[in-house]
């Protein structure tokens, strides 16, 4: 079971730590300044001085995909916290409450989950305004729904559980008896999906970003730097091509470590 | 002669290398042709893998050690997969522990009988039907061509047993293995099933291994008994001779745990402060005429019909029945759990029935509830002390002296205080329970709603429970409603009972009356339902005396 028995997952936790890296100290990896050019060489194909090559600015790309790790994987896990906390908390109490509340409540949460998340991160940003927060915030919403469903039915399963009416007859108090029993005993599932959502999060913020409603040149982030190639596919596709790849690399480790939380193989 | 099954130094280890832990160290014992052996011993002792690893049918990690496992000259312990194959079902009947959950919820239980007879036996479709019908109506099940073509969950659990020892019986095979047969089974139903299972073995001469926590049981139904503790025979003979004699120490525990073998009411150990209250003229608890109804309309059932009965402070007051006799609901309306739809719940004179919000958690200090299951009455994340503690928390005590009384608690419940860190799952069952009640006294509560407390247990940790019980209350002066489907059990610990059924108490007296002038013919079958009472009483029973 040791994690040097799963080469799979050894790699997707090797990226993550890379990732983080890059979060936290980009500088510590990334060879160049991110917004200065670096010499005449514009759009030069990658090389080991540019593992990346550069941008028409003759701005180093590999250092702006590692300095655009902090605006996107922040917006995304910003996205996911706010679907977790929205989504929990609506669970939690009509999972408790039950009867009318519920059903209500429920009801929202079905149409919330009924619009496309990517349609309802769009409407999110056109009344907030562009950003990376708006679409942290947009793409959120779009997962809350989905963590309301999951958490409501882990509490309907953890409510009916006899150690929670046992704490009712010791006399605990409501409140108390949903922090202490029912929220801890319920947490496993959704934390496990939170993980898987990371990863969906980081596609969409890269998705909106691209899109060219997330940060606003000359910010690095990683969608936006996939946007900013596509004058130049044909003479330099990599400008393109290799943040992508970034990405996709990110979303599958992410996805492998939540596998791994989740207890599949 | 020799024996159809003979076994000889079988060793069973769960784990390998250095992590091994053996269960079975090495046993011997036989079984001839036609007899009925019981494998007697408590949780952990080995029993049940015994009997599955004479059918190879073991979980992953045990591995079969060394031995021999003699069945009619085949050993059974190297056989081939494919000879493994022809012997299950076929010639070794296997019957299981938990009926819920051995039947396959999808397939009618007539085709499920029928499948094997048609693997073993070669018959063809119509045929096998045909003869499951005639086995469901063997093993006792009513109306069988009907319940044939029912689904699991449509049959009670005591029908889904003796479905299941229709399916061992159906090849006609030369011995059954059962294992724990009716532990999950009402005392009533357990008397049923196991009547049906030693007429099948008797008409088809058929040896039966049973294996059991219950001595009293295994003295019932067994020719011979082989007491089995820490994977290994300690003692075996004659049923009778075992009982009437128990050569070692441990099986003399047994014989004194077992409900059925010795009546009357425990006694406070010896050194407990007795602080009984006199008995006063008004009783701490005066139900009246307390009623519940599920449903509406043509469709309602009344759980609970007019349901009264009074107890004194410092007493225990019993309700006997089976399930769905609506006992488990009237302890829960009696603690505030549910709302009755009739009647009125007084406690030491005062109307507690209408009381909400603030002042029921205030009555949560006079009445506490123990629970019959006490893995899913503890919340699995709490370690021991923290379990404890926690109505102490909730009515705002402070932490020093919480931790104190933890403490107290702890050593009150005879449990070591080097729990206090363990969570539910690295305690044994009797420790949970233990707990449990640990729990419900730490608000210093009148009365306690017990809501079948040992069902749960071994008949060996059952006895130390109730024992622990009876202290308790000598100690504080408490005050028991006590729920049990076990009359043996509740003599052991009552001072009046009243007998339930259909929702209304049949007939209500102390303990006596109600042992040795039965009102009603229902209570005399509770009563003859006791297992080991023909062994402890053969008197009284008349016909029915010990074999051999």
Excluded at chain 1, 170 to 196: S, Y
Excluded at chain 2, 348 to 356: E, H, L, P, Q
Aim: proline letters at 5%.
């Amino acid at each position: 079971m040791t994690i040097l028995r799963r080469p799979g997952l050894l790699v997707a936790a090797l990226v993550l730590a890379v990732v983080a890296v890059a979060v936290v100290a980009p500088q510590l990896i990334a060879p160049y300044d991110p917004f200065a050019s670096v010499g005449s060489a514009r759009l030069a194909p990658p090389s080991a001085e540019h593992l990346f090559g550069t941008d028409h600015l003759a701005r180093d790309v590999f250092s702006r995909v590692v300095h655009g790790a902090q605006l996107s994987l922040s917006a995304a896990v910003l996205a996911v916290i706010a679907g977790l906390v929205i989504g929990s908390v609506v669970g939690l109490v009509t999972g408790y409450v039950g009867g009318p509340v519920d059903f209500v409540i429920m009801r929202f949460v079905d149409v919330l989950i009924a619009i496309p998340g990517i349609l309802l991160a769009l409407i999110v940003v056109a009344s907030l305004g562009f950003g990376p927060l708006s679409i942290a915030l947009g793409v959120g919403l779009g997962a809350a729904g989905s963590f309301a469903r999951i958490m409501r039915a882990q509490v309907l399963r953890v409510r009916a559980e006899e150690y929670v009416e046992a704490a009712r007859t010791l006399g605990v108090r409501g409140p108390v008896v949903l922090a202490r029993h029912v929220l801890p005993n319920a947490a496993r599932p959704i934390i496990a999906m939170a993980a898987m959502e990371l990863a969906l999060a980081i596609l969409s913020v890269s998705a909106l970003s691209f899109l060219g409603f997330g940060a606003q040149p000359p910010a690095p982030e990683w969608g936006a730097l996939v946007s900013a190639g596509r004058d130049f596919v044909a003479t330099a596709p990599w400008l393109s091509l290799l943040p992508g790849a970034v990405i996709l690399a990110v979303v599958l480790a992410v996805n492998s470590v939540a596998r791994s939380i989740r207890g599949d193989r | 002669m020799t024996a159809l099954l003979t076994v000889r130094g079988l060793r069973v280890d769960y784990g390998t290398g250095r992590g091994a832990h053996p269960a079975v160290r090495g046993v011997d014992f036989e079984v001839n042709a036609g007899e009925i052996v019981a494998v007697v011993g408590e949780s952990g002792s080995g029993k049940s893998t015994i009997a599955h690893a004479l059918m190879r049918l073991l979980p992953v990690e045990a591995h079969i050690r060394g031995g021999e496992i003699r069945f009619d000259g085949t050993d059974l312990r190297t056989a081939s997969t494919a000879a493994l194959r022809r012997v299950r079902g076929a010639r070794i009947g296997f019957v299981p522990q938990d009926p819920s959950h051995s039947l396959n919820p999808l397939l009618r239980v007539g085709e499920q009988i029928a499948e094997s007879l048609r693997r073993h036996q070669g018959l063809s479709r119509p045929d096998a039907a045909a003869r499951a019908v005639e086995i469901i109506a063997e093993v006792g099940v009513p109306d069988a061509a009907r319940r044939a073509g029912q689904y699991p969950h449509e049959l009670s659990g005591g029908l889904r047993q003796r479905i299941l020892i229709g399916i061992a019986w159906a090849c006609e095979p030369d011995l059954v293995i059962a294992d724990e047969p009716t532990s999950a089974l009402d005392a009533t139903v357990q008397r049923h099933v196991l009547d049906r299972m030693q007429a099948l073995a008797a008409a088809h001469g058929t040896a039966v291994l049973l294996v059991t926590h219950d001595l009293a049981v295994a003295a019932d139904r067994a020719d011979r008994i082989v007491v089995v503790h820490h994977g290994e025979i300690v003692e075996s003979g004659r049923a009778g001779d075992v009982l009437a004699a128990p050569q070692h120490e441990y099986t003399r525990r047994l014989v004194d745990a077992a409900p059925g073998l010795h009546s009357g009411r425990l006694r406070p150990s010896v050194g407990v402060a007795s602080r009984t209250a006199v008995p006063d003229a008004a009783p701490l608890l005066d139900v009246r005429g307390l009623g519940k109804t599920y449903g509406t309309g043509d469709r309602a059932v009344a759980a609970v019909d007019g349901v009264g009965f009074a107890v004194p402070r410092g007493s225990t007051f019993s309700l006997v029945g089976e399930s769905g006799s609506g006992k488990s609901t009237t302890a829960r309306m009696v603690a505030r759990i549910i709302e009755p739809d009739t009647g009125t719940v007084l406690l030491d004179g005062r109307d507690i029935t209408g009381v909400r919000g603030g002042a029921l958690r205030q009555l949560r200090r006079r009445i506490q509830v123990v629970y019959q299951n006490p893995f899913g009455s503890l919340d699995p994340r709490m370690t021991v002390a923290r379990l404890i503690a926690e109505p102490l928390r909730a009515f705002g005590t402070g932490r020093a002296e919480t931790q104190a009384t933890v403490r107290d608690l702890l050593d009150q419940v005879r449990l070591a205080p080097e729990l206090l860190t363990r969570r539910p799952a690295q305690l044994s069952g009797g420790q949970r329970q233990r707990v449990a009640i640990a729990r419900a006294l730490a608000l210093r509560p009148e009365l306690v709603v017990l809501d079948e407390p040992v069902s749960a247990l071994d008949v060996s940790v059952q006895e130390q429970v109730l024992q622990l019980l009876v202290d308790l209350q000598a100690e504080h002066g408490l005050t028991y409603l006590f729920i049990s489907h076990d009359l043996g059990v509740i003599r052991q610990i009552s001072d009046r009972v009243a007998v339930m059924r259909g929702g209304r108490i049949l007939e209500e007296g102390s303990m006596d009356e109600v042992f040795h002038s039965p009102a009603h013919d229902y209570t005399r079958e509770l009563i003859g339902s006791i297992p080991g009472r023909h062994v402890a009483e053969p008197a009284a029973s008349g016909a029915q005396v010990v074999r051999d």
